[in-house]
């Protein structure tokens, strides 16, 4: 079956920088999607691809991809950036979508 | 603008089904698949499936084939989502969510816009 593995939870000090991975033998055919979620909010669509960031997004989110694991990275994060983060992708063997467990950034 | 204007809340006993609408404007509606994703109280997302509007095929999660119904009325532009049977562990919020998709050496599939939610509760 289709498994996406994320740490449940990573913290950052303020202003400094924070790399949340995400892990699947499908994301060795395919890029991830990345979504940001506050308490009570519909998720966020904050970067996609490999180089990809949706309007409105600060340029401070980027991401990266090699082999079976994606990251996104916060340079400089933000107390505003304290959110759960899920990453999103598509397993073409078995032609189902799946995200990963989420992981809990914390913002000291 | 993209819209995805949701049902309201459902509170369902054991064994009902539900179905929850998802209303898009802003786009042409049978330009992007939709998905379905959920969300149990202080848990992850949950993908549970993907229907395309243009002739209505679905893709379901393993998980929920035999109790999800996917479909669309592209007369009002709105999408619907029933699950059947619905037990206490299906009390979550529902999302619809836009799917996108870019082709190349390595494709991707993102989601955008959501919509806000349906709160479903199961419960006696």
Known sequence: SSELTQDPAVSVALGQTVR???????????????????????PLLVFYGDNKRPSGIPDRFSGSSS???ASLTITGAQAEDEAD?????????YNQWVFGGGTKLTVL | QVQLVQSGAEVKKPGASVKVSCKASGYTFTGNWMHWVRQAPGQGLEWMGVVNPGDGRTVSAQKFQGRITMTRDTSTSTFYMELSNVRSEDTAVYYCAR????????SVWYLDPWGRGTLVIVSP
């Open chain 1, 67 to 69: 082999g079976n694991t």
């Open chain 2, 99 to 106: 799917d996108h998709s870019l082709s190349g050496d390595r």
């Open chain 1, 85 to 93: 983060y899920y990453c999103f992708s598509r397993d073409s063997i």
């Open chain 1, 20 to 42: 949340i991975t995400c892990q699947g033998d499908s994301l060795r055919n395919c890029y991830t999607s990345w979504y940001q979620q506050k308490p009570g909010q519909a």
